[in-house]
């Protein structure tokens, strides 16, 4: 669990970026701004999620190696963070979710999807670990469960607060400079 705190709110960025950029685009009035802030904010997500996944295996060794431990313990943590790090893309997507909804003084909302995270986590993990009796490998489920239902919520509230429409046009979303801005990358 500490491994995914550091690492998840490595990319606190996400969420604090999204909430500056959403808000600068709504107190200039622009609606389209709004929409690829939150497109370019999810596909960062995306990618930088789907790269954790991937590097899973090495992650995986060089953390559980560092953290010592029996051989039983070692195994245990190997099975959650192996599930568990399948959630990266949705806790991340997630991030930009709540961001955007907070620059837009949807606060209300936010703590909504952060509810429906928690509440479906809990559920699912006395489900899956009380009930099932899936251990570790069932709490590392329910985690996942819970922020795809998050992802999907915000989503949705997204999707309602557009006016049905999530589309951005293919060069709004790959605006070099609001990339860069978005990523703080300095080009001087």
Known sequence: GLFFNFVFWGFGFLRMGTVAFTAQALGAGQRNEIRAVLARGLVLAGIVGLLLVVLQGPLATTILSLMGGSEGVTEAARSYFVIR?????????????????????????????????????????????????????????????????????????????????????????LDRDKLMHMMAVNRD
Request: hydrophobic fraction near 65%; charged fraction near 10%; aromatic fraction near 6%.
């Open 85 to 173: 790090l399948w959630s990266a893309p949705l806790v991340l997507a997630n991030y930009v979710l709540l961001g955007w909804l907070v620059g837009q003084a949807r606060a209300g909302l936010a703590l909504l999807t952060q509810v429906a995270i928690n509440v479906t986590n809990m559920a699912v993990t006395v489900l899956l670990v009380l009930i099932l009796d899936y251990g570790i490998a069932g709490a590392a489920i329910a985690a996942i469960a819970g922020e795809a239902v998050g992802f999907v919520l915000g989503l949705g509230i997204a999707w309602l607060l557009n006016g049905r429409r999530l589309a951005v046009s293919l060069r709004e979303l």
